[in-house]
């Protein structure tokens, strides 16, 4: 029976007498007639001590069976002293030092020879770290009612507006792949299921490279019916990113570790502050003027990335947590589907405004969301503004014109949370098999 390396110490514990482990040849030593081989599987590693290295090489998969034995010099005070072993599976001569510290390994090498690098236990946990997002995302909603979709991602249109669409070729036509659900997630509130929400991958040509954009990344979308405005989605996602990060803490400790990395505490995000737009805008300025040593900063226009991060470091300061939520975006910065924010107050508010939110989470935006347009007739005289045909937009026509809710939604970037609990230097180590400009191998 296979006894996983975790376990070793303690069959060393009950004295077992013969046992069998599998995995991976991490390290080979020879030292003064002795072999020590350091053996990984899944759970973690043990060191094997062998008589002779015989055709071993390292990142060879193998079988052995030894006897377990308690020795203070090695990893973990336990050893395997092999008396049989079997190679399954030969490994050639490596590309790079698949054993090294990654932090001597660039992002390249690492993405280039990335059925390799996975190997190493500390990238894989970035892994183990992103199941746990899923899995606490979809828990928390389906605890909440709400149903779990798959939609097409392949779509004849733009639901985000903008250009940046990939072609695809689709027998004697051409259609896109798809930028987010939108469409598909307001169709299913509409249907009646009223609450539902998509893990999957969503596509954008966008042909920046940065440490933020993917041009293929999992989106967690959800949708819901019934809202009066954004700040219902903000409360609603202020418990859904608790209790994430209260599983992850829970699930993922060593995880965490191995990047040196910590979740923000339980209550923590309770206390995230929601800021407006323009006030956002004149904090992150106050915050540039007042960083030391800044000289004459140029003024911030927008939320852009250093924007994102002034506004962090505020919140940090100020609540007590690294996130924040800004709402009420003016209109030009959001699509056509937003909900205006005058149409709900009647005119109070400046006609320009949307009821839309960003979730800024240590320095990067991580979620956008908004209550949509619902009514079918507003709808319709608004798309000429956007520069966009009723005609092209049958299905969404379709989901308005026929009974709709007041509703709205948000979607959550999966790579992003991963790289920013974990402080990844860049979003694309958080994707098994990034998609950017340069790269579609592996
Ligand atoms: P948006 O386009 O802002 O909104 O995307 C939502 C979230 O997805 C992530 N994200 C990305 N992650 C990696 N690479 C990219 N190129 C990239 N682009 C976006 C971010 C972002 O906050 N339909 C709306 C959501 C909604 O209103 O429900 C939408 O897609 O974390």
Same mark, same amino acid.
């Given at each position: 029976m296979r006894v996983l390396a975790k376990d070793i110490p303690s069959a060393a514990r009950e004295g077992k007498d013969e046992i069998e482990a599998s995995g991976w040849v991490h390290r080979i030593r020879e030292l003064g007639g002795v072999v020590f081989v350091i053996l990984r599987d899944r759970s973690g590693m043990v060191q094997l001590v062998l008589e002779e290295k015989g055709g071993l090489t390292l990142e060879s998969v193998i079988t052995v069976k030894g006897v377990p034995a308690f020795n203070e010099k090695a990893p973990g005070g336990v050893e395997l002293k092999v008396k049989e072993i079997r190679i399954l599976s030969r490994a050639a001569? =490596?590309?790079?030092?698949?054993? $090294?510290? /990654? +932090? !001597? /390994? %660039?992002l390249d090498v690492i993405l280039d020879n990335r059925v390799l690098s996975l190997r190493n236990p500390k990238i894989r946990s970035i892994f183990k770290v992103q199941a746990t997002i899923v899995e606490a995302f979809a828990e928390y909603l389906r605890r909440a009612d709400f149903t779990e979709i798959k939609t097409s991602k392949l779509s004849s249109g733009s639901t985000e507006g903008g250009t940046n669409l990939f072609k695809v070729e689709y027998f004697d036509r051409t259609l896109c792949l798809a930028q987010s659900p939108q469409l598909y997630k307001e169709a299913m509130v509409a249907s009646g299921l009223e609450r539902v929400f998509e893990i999957a991958p969503v596509y954008r040509a966008e042909k920046h490279d940065t440490p933020?954009?993917?041009?293929e990344y999992v989106s967690l979308d959800l949708e819901m019916g019934f809202i009066e405005s954004e700040k219902d989605l903000i409360e609603l996602e202020k418990g859904l990113l608790a209790y994430i990060f209260d599983e992850v803490a829970r699930k993922n400790g060593p995880d965490l570790a191995a990047w040196d990395a910590a979740v923000p505490p339980a209550g923590a995000v309770g206390a995230a502050p929601t800021v407006a737009y323009e006030e956002a805008l004149k904090i992150a300025n106050e915050e540039q003027a007042g960083a030391? +040593?800044? +000289?004459n900063p140029a003024r911030i226009f927008d939320i852009n990335p250093e924007a994102e991060r002034l506004l962090s470091e505020w919140s940090l300061r100020e609540? %007590?947590?690294e996130l924040l939520f800004v709402n009420e975006f003016p209109r030009r910065y959001r699509p056509f589907y937003t909900y205006p924010v005058e149409a709900a107050e009647g +005119? %109070?508010?400046?006609? $320009? =405004?949307?009821m839309s939110f960003d979730a800024i989470f240590r320095g990067l935006e991580i979620t956008s969301g908004s209550r949509r347009q619902h009514d079918y007739s507003a709808f319709a005289q608004a798309l000429p503004k956007f520069g966009l045909k009723e005609e092209n937009m049958a299905g969404y026509a379709a989901v308005l014109k026929y009974g709709c809710p007041p509703h709205g939604g948000f979607a959550i970037g999966l790579e992003r949370l991963t790289q920013k609990i974990l402080a990844? %230097?860049?979003? !694309?180590? $958080?994707?098994?098999?990034p998609r950017d400009r340069r790269r579609v191998e592996p």
């Open positions: 001569d =490596l590309p790079y030092q698949v054993n $090294a510290d /990654i +932090g !001597k /390994i %660039g933020r954009h993917l041009n030391k +040593g800044n +000289g609540y %007590g947590v +005119g %109070g508010k400046p006609a $320009a =405004l949307t990844l %230097g860049s979003v !694309k180590e $958080a994707s098994l098999f």
